[in-house]
C-alpha cells in the first residue's frame, strides 16, 4: 500500500519516510508527487489550527479519494478533544478508518500500530 502525506512542519513526512523503510517498498509519496496513483494509499496529514483538515489535503482527496483505504493525522497533544481531528473529520468524509492520531512526528508505538494494520491488509 503506498503512503502518501501532507506535511507542513515536516513531523509528517518524517513519520511516514520511516513507516516507508520500515515497510521496505515504495518511498513515501508526498501529495505533490503522488497525482497518478496506481493503487490504494494510506493517507497521511496534519491537522489545520483547532481541528480542520488542511487546505491541500481536501484538494487532493477531491480528486483520489476512490483509493484512500485509511487515514492518519498528526497534532499536538495541548489541542485536547481536537487532537488529529483532521483523521476524524477524513474519516467520516470519506468512509475509511482512523488508522492513528499521532502527537507531533508520533512515537514507535503509533508506528507500530501503523505497521500491523498496513500488514493486516497484505494478509
Given at each position: 500500500?503506498?503512503?502518501?502525506?501532507?506535511?507542513?512542519?515536516?513531523?509528517?513526512?518524517?513519520?511516514?519516510?520511516?513507516?516507508?523503510?520500515?515497510?521496505?517498498?515504495?518511498?513515501?509519496?508526498?501529495?505533490?508527487?503522488?497525482?497518478?496513483?496506481?493503487?490504494?494509499?494510506?493517507?497521511?496529514t496534519y491537522t489545520f489550527g483547532t481541528?480542520?483538515?488542511?487546505?491541500?489535503?481536501?484538494?487532493?482527496?477531491?480528486?483520489?479519494?476512490?483509493?484512500l483505504r485509511g487515514v492518519v493525522s498528526?497534532?499536538?497533544?495541548?489541542?485536547?478533544?481536537?487532537?488529529?481531528?483532521?483523521?476524524?473529520?477524513?474519516?467520516?468524509?470519506?468512509?475509511?478508518?482512523?488508522?492513528?492520531?499521532?502527537?507531533?512526528?508520533?512515537?514507535?508505538?503509533n508506528r507500530v500500530q501503523v505497521l500491523?494494520?498496513?500488514?493486516?491488509?497484505?494478509?
Open positions: 500500500m503506498q503512503l502518501v502525506y501532507d506535511s507542513l512542519t515536516g513531523n509528517v513526512r518524517r513519520f511516514a519516510e520511516d513507516l516507508a523503510r520500515q515497510l521496505g517498498g515504495p518511498p513515501a509519496l508526498a501529495m505533490r508527487e503522488a497525482q497518478h496513483l496506481p493503487g490504494d494509499y494510506l493517507l497521511l481541528g480542520g483538515v488542511p487546505a491541500s489535503t481536501q484538494a487532493f482527496l477531491q480528486q483520489h479519494a476512490a483509493r498528526s497534532g499536538s497533544f495541548h489541542w485536547g478533544q481536537n487532537f488529529a481531528r483532521a483523521a476524524d473529520v477524513i474519516a467520516g468524509q470519506y468512509g475509511v478508518p482512523v488508522v492513528a492520531k499521532i502527537n507531533k512526528a508520533g512515537s514507535a508505538a500491523e494494520w498496513i500488514g493486516e491488509r497484505r494478509a
